[in-house]
């Protein structure tokens, strides 16, 4: 698609979207309406035709107009936008052009007119923006196609919120308006008389991930740092979740340290993680990997359970619990140095063993629960990482696997136990960075192996932290979980040296029946779920 220009002044808007090229979109020609507009050097550095058709002193708005038309007559274009032409165009001209679009510095139909900027201010607003629409003979009052808001600043006059609304608003709104309009995903509604009346934006109706996403966040608060003393850091919050967070948790043990950027991080990384459990179950947390997992029928079995797998990595860790946290279960968490519990509710003997520790952070979720957590609370649909110059937005990987979603390969079957172990060994696994590889015996871990760049590797860390680290248990006789493929059979290899007997995989790998080859020679039992569960971050 060809957009054409009409420039006041320096005319950034058109000049964004000639750098930018929205839908691969081209700025086929800009006119400014006066010959020392800044828009002209700024198109004519990018090779885009420039041409100023300055309004004579004595001369109509109609002359100047059909000008202004004779201009654009030597070039072919689509959508005609403006920027900063101040004036109304005449019924002539708009009827001369198929599609008219401006972008005005205010969230229509609020503040239109010229000041939208001091009457922002004056309104004492919270919240500005800017609108593209389609432009119709009266002011501002045309189709809206496209908006997009900014917060406004106890400390804001008119130059700073002009230019963040310039930036952060305009520089947003104006080109997807652009991109919408050449990708086809925009109908202008028209009368009888041709004149637009609505707009049809197909754009906006994507399923699940709609194609624009705004999220708006009011700061909870400014963290000592980020996740190095270098960086700064804070907290945002919304008020519309419902899910138990530690966000909306509730410090219990006044006169500790507030939370960091990195127990933040951490903290909802474990919490996430007992979620996945109808069991009482209990996870430490060490820089988001889980360093030990367990459930059991009581919650401080399932906290000694998950402690044991790798006491030494837990040192500084971070505890979650999905039930209300009791006073033994309280003991065992005190016994060692932890940075912060979080738990949906603790008994009055179990905080008062838990805030005796000076500065160990104990969240209560409690207010948002019945005293327990399942994978019922997980309500949050989306997860999202922030990109330099934009976000990644995926699904929230909910899934459960079940028995019936079991494949068995080879020709050993695993036992009811072994699937027990399985089903728990995949749900944790889940939060393991990949390539993840993790060994568990019953429901409880055993060894975990994250973040390597080679599957083989990662199974040799579990089977290393198994044998040196845990407590009371080993890799013999367990089952190991892999959260994609193994597409060699050298991985299956090495976990059956380390003495398990089971393995639970996606599958998928061309070299399939190479590793259930291997794992039949090995005497190993073998399922597929033909579900991945890659957790990059």
Sequence with gaps: MKIAGIAGN??????????????GAELSVVVANGEDAPVLDG????????????????????????????????????????????????????????????????????????DAHAQTLDANVRTAGATVHVVTEAVDEGPIVAQESVPVFEDDDEASLKERVLHEAEFEAYPRAVRWFAEGAVEVERDDEGRPVGVDLAADTNGDLPARRTVSNRREDSLRYGENPHQDAAVYATDASEEPSVVHASQLNEGAKALSYNNYNDADGALNLIKEFEEPAAAVIKHTNPAGCATADTLADAYRDALSTDAKSAFGGIVALNRECDAETATEIV?????????????????????????????????????????????????????????????????????????????????????DSMLFAWKVLKHVKSNGILIADGTETVGVGMGQVSRVDAVTLAA??????????????????????????DAVEEAAEAGVEAVIQPGGSVNDDDVIAAADELGLAMVMTGQRAFRHD
């Excluded at 320096?10 to 839908?23: K, Q, V």
């Excluded at 290393?464 to 059979?489: I, L, N, Q, R």
């Design 464 to 489: 290393m932290k198994a044998e040196k680290d845990a407590e009371g248990k080993s890799a013999e006789g367990a089952v190991v979980a892999s959260d994609a493929f193994f597409p060699f059979p």
């Design 43 to 114: 198109a004519e550095d990018r090779g885009v035709p420039a041409v100023a058709v300055e309004r004579g002193d004595d001369e109509s708005r109609e002359d100047h107009e059909a000008r202004i038309l004779d201009a654009l007559a030597d070039y072919e274009f689509d959508v005609l936008c403006l920027d900063g032409f101040m004036r109304v165009l005449s019924p002539e001209f708009l009827d001369s052009v198929d599609t008219v679009l401006n972008v005005h510095p205010s969230l229509l139909p609020s503040f239109p007119g010229a």
């Design 335 to 419: 016994d060692s140095f932890k940075e912060v519990v979080v738990a949906p509710g603790y008994t009055d003997d179990a905080l008062d063993t838990l805030t005796e520790k000076k500065n160990l952070r104990v969240l209560d979720v409690g207010d948002r629960t019945d005293g327990t957590l399942g994978p019922e609370d997980r309500t949050e649909r989306f997860t999202e990482k922030a990109l330099v110059g934009g976000r990644l937005v995926q699904e929230r990987d909910r899934s459960t696997i079940t028995r019936d979603d079991l494949e068995v390969v080879t020709e050993r079957e695993p036992t009811d136990e072994q699937i």
């Design 10 to 23: 320096r005319g950034r808007n058109l000049l964004h979207i000639a750098d930018i090229s929205p839908g």
